[in-house]
């Protein structure tokens, strides 16, 4: 094991006995977990939809170890040459369902409804080629922030250099990569309510579009779910069933055009640990400096209130540091940082970030004046 691993797994370890939890992995996960890989076959990549009757492409037991393959947008169609005709008429085809092309899903042999399923995710190596692009606003009116500005298309190809991590984007301008799963999903959640806004959720054949996300995850866009983080989501139904796709080399929060720097990778490599031990209802995820919780809804202020809310029950029922729902709402005021996810995908995001480093255990300094 290099050094950064073992960093890696330390760190890991300690959050869990600070919190005072344990994971729970069968007999098999803990003395003896395998490693999986998960190529991106035609048979293993859906493009923009979730089918709850879609037979896992592989079965694995907590605490196991999984190498995912993906594809970018619209099956790999989308690549260096091809133009916003063929982009728009991609799209077109799949109306309804996202341009994702997800790869999965995979079953956890000791998922049940009503638990947690813990995702490390461990590493995630690129593919040489990204792009961004907007669509025309005046053929989709509706798509990215400011539509009625751009009403011609406008796409873009990148090459990585993944020795470096980092593009360029245009002369004197050079981005570093920071790549992460623009989407990340178990299993729909049967009581998804319809949609207020933008096309169906579900399609005639009972399977459930991946533009927007939701309690199970799905499209987040979360930019902080990089290699080290880990991401807790609500198991709805049997085996859990991850799909992950929409893979990002780097993403502003916002995602204002439509797209971030949209990529594909040779390998993300996960591990799934169900947790009998610990309920959430929406998701939430932790990196090396912060605890990080989510909300979701087509209206940008009920979004952020279910974010707050999720960040003030989160902190008055840890047991790092004891508090009060008073004293918890008054810490994700002062350290919380609530920034918009993104707002493109129909439920708009925002994401409440608590710092660790606040949890010192220290005891000296004055005491609170008066606590009411």
């Not at 996202?98 to 995710?121: C, F, K, M, N, R």
């Not at 309920?279 to 990080?292: D, L, N, Q, V, Y």
Request: charged residues 20%; hydrophobic residues 35%.
């Amino acid at each position: 094991m290099q050094s950064s691993d073992r960093t890696l797994t330390m760190g890991l370890c300690a959050t869990a006995a600070a919190l005072g939890l344990a994971s729970i992995m069968s007999g098999h996960a803990a003395g003896a977990s395998r490693h999986y890989d998960l190529p991106a076959t035609p048979d293993n990549v859906q493009w923009g939809w979730y089918d709850p009757k879609e037979k896992p492409k592989l079965t694995v037991h907590s605490g196991d170890t999984v190498s995912i393959e993906t594809l970018a947008h619209s099956l790999g169609q989308i690549k260096p040459g091809v133009g916003m005709e063929e982009i728009i008429k991609l799209r077109k085809e799949n109306d309804g369902g996202g341009p994702h092309s997800i790869t999965g899903p995979i079953y956890v042999e000791e998922a049940e409804p009503g638990d947690t399923l813990e995702v490390q995710i461990l590493k995630i190596v690129p593919k040489a080629d990204a792009f961004n692009f907007n669509l025309p606003g005046t053929e989709f009116p509706s798509v990215g922030l400011l539509p009625a500005e751009f009403p011609a298309g406008f796409v873009r190809y990148y090459k990585l250099d993944l020795t470096r991590m980092e593009t360029v984007f245009k002369p004197g301008i050079v981005i570093d990569l920071k790549p992460f799963p623009g989407t990340f999903a178990v299993g729909v959640d049967p009581n998804e309510p319809e949609a207020k806004a933008g096309p169906p959720i579900h399609d005639a054949k009972g399977r459930t579009s991946t533009l927007r996300p939701w309690k199970n995850g799905s499209n987040m866009d979360l930019s902080e779910l990089q290699a080290g983080s880990t991401l807790y989501l609500p198991v709805f139904l049997k085996g859990g069933l991850i799909w992950t796709g929409d893979s990002h080399c780097r993403q502003g929060n916002g995602e204002v055009n439509l797209t971030a720097l949209e990529c594909a990778y040779k390998e993300i490599e996960i591990r799934p640990i169900v947790r009998k031990d610990l309920k959430t209802e929406w998701p939430w995820a932790e990196t090396k400096t912060h605890w990080i919780f989510m909300g979701y809804d087509e209206d940008l202020n009920l979004a952020m209130k279910i974010a707050v809310e999720q960040t003030v029950h989160w902190l008055s029922t840890q047991s790092i540091v004891p508090m009060s729902r008073e004293e918890a709402y008054a810490l994700s005021s002062i350290v919380g940082d609530c920034r918009v996810t993104q707002v493109v995908d129909i439920r708009k995001g925002v994401h409440c970030m608590i710092p660790k480093s606040v949890f010192t255990h220290r005891t000296h300094g004055p005491a609170p004046a008066s606590s009411r």
